[in-house]
């Protein structure tokens, strides 16, 4: 079921980047209110709820990544947007 739901959500978010394993999409955005009312209003209309919402704001490790397309020394991913 709640791959389903992913599914639907992530054809309905054709920006994001789906994670099957943690059952999450990440969705680019500019960070704004206006960006994530958007994003809230396309999941509504097709008639999908979230059951979780967290916005990462990108730190110099996200932008070593994006710039050089290499993990940190940490090891951690490119996780910049909103998950749902």
Same mark, same amino acid.
């Given at each position: 079921?709640?791959?389903?739901? #992913? %599914? *639907?959500?992530?054809?309905?978010? &054709? +920006?994001?980047?789906?994670? &099957?394993?943690?059952?999450? #999409?990440?969705?680019p955005?500019? !960070?704004?209110?206006? *960006?994530?009312? %958007?994003?809230?209003?396309r999941?509504?209309? *097709? %008639?999908? +709820?979230?059951?979780?919402l967290?916005i990462h704001?990108?730190? #110099?490790? &996200?932008?070593?990544? *994006?710039?050089? !397309?290499?993990?940190?020394?940490?090891?951690?991913?490119?996780?910049? !947007?909103? +998950?749902?």
């Amino acid at each position: 079921m709640f791959l389903l739901r #992913l %599914n *639907a959500a992530s054809s309905v978010l &054709d +920006e994001s980047s789906r994670d &099957d394993d943690a059952l999450a #999409l990440t969705v680019p955005s500019d !960070g704004g209110v206006k *960006a994530l009312r %958007n994003t809230l209003d396309r999941l509504a209309k *097709a %008639n999908l +709820e979230v059951d979780d919402l967290s916005i990462h704001t990108p730190d #110099l490790d &996200d932008v070593f990544f *994006a710039l050089t !397309g290499a993990k940190t020394q940490s090891g951690g991913d490119d996780t910049k !947007g909103t +998950e749902s």
